[in-house]
């Protein structure tokens, strides 16, 4: 399975849009691109996944580059209950494991 | 229905104590897994199991842990003999099928001292 790149850790401020970066330049034509949450002292919690067209859903835009060597994880209007880790996670359709890395601390401020 | 739950949510035990970490995911889903994470750290893949396939132990860090599986139910995490090093937190996730989304746990919270 490709890995994956983030920062270690971004703020934002409360009410503005926070935009999780992921660099995959190794994923191959299979591989879907997963993102994942865990506030703390919490399991982590399912975000969004895609393919290859940008998605969205009610928690999160997923933004994929045409050629899929990076994404962007976009919060549209960040809460103090956005702060947590976010992990980004490439994986293909036939994989069984999902291999976290330690993720973008995501610090949001009032 | 109801998520994945954990049992126990917290455990303390002594260094050499076996200890087993109970996990319930969600019904109908065939694929479970086991992941630790250490303090500060990122998760860390042990053990999955789909369906009645042969369950995939490939990142079970030494021979004093295992895990079981009833059918698609309830799973059993084992650690014998435990040490300082295996405190961590042991999460379960479940999914419908290998390799597509996942739900966590809550996880189980064990302290060797």
């Known amino acids: 399975d490709a890995k994956t790149t983030q920062p270690t850790s971004m703020d934002c401020a409360e009410g503005r849009a926070a935009n999780l970066p992921c660099n995959h330049s190794?994923?191959?034509?299979?591989?879907?691109v997963y993102w994942y949450r865990q506030i703390h002292s919490q399991g982590p919690q399912y975000i969004i996944h895609g393919l290859k067209n940008n998605e969205t859903n009610e928690m999160a835009s997923l933004i994929i580059t045409e050629d899929r060597k990076s994404s962007t994880l976009i919060l549209p209007h960040a809460t103090l209950r956005d702060t947590a880790v976010y992990y980004c996670?490439?994986?293909?359709?036939?994989?069984?494991?999902?291999?976290f890395g330690t993720g973008t601390s995501l610090t949001v401020i009032p | 229905g109801a998520g994945v739950s954990q049992s126990p949510s917290n455990k303390v035990t002594e260094k050499g104590k076996d200890v087993e970490l109970r996990c319930d995911p969600i019904?109908?889903?065939?694929?479970l897994y086991w992941y630790r994470q250490r303090l500060g750290q990122g998760l860390e893949f042990l053990i999955y199991?789909?369906?009645?396939?042969?369950?995939?132990k490939s990142g079970l860090p030494s021979d004093r842990f295992s895990a079981e599986r009833t059918g698609e139910s309830v799973s059993t995490l084992t650690i014998q003999r435990t040490q300082q090093e295996d405190s961590a937190v042991y999460l379960c996730?479940?999914?419908?099928?290998?390799?597509?989304?996942?739900?966590f746990g809550p996880g189980t919270r064990l302290l060797v001292l």
């Open positions: 199991f789909q369906g009645n396939s042969a369950p995939d």
């Open positions: 996670i490439v994986i293909s359709n036939t994989g069984n494991q999902f291999y």
């Open positions: 996730a479940s999914s419908r099928g290998g390799g597509i989304t996942q739900y």
């Open positions: 019904s109908g889903h065939t694929a």
């Open positions: 190794t994923i191959s034509g299979n591989e879907y």
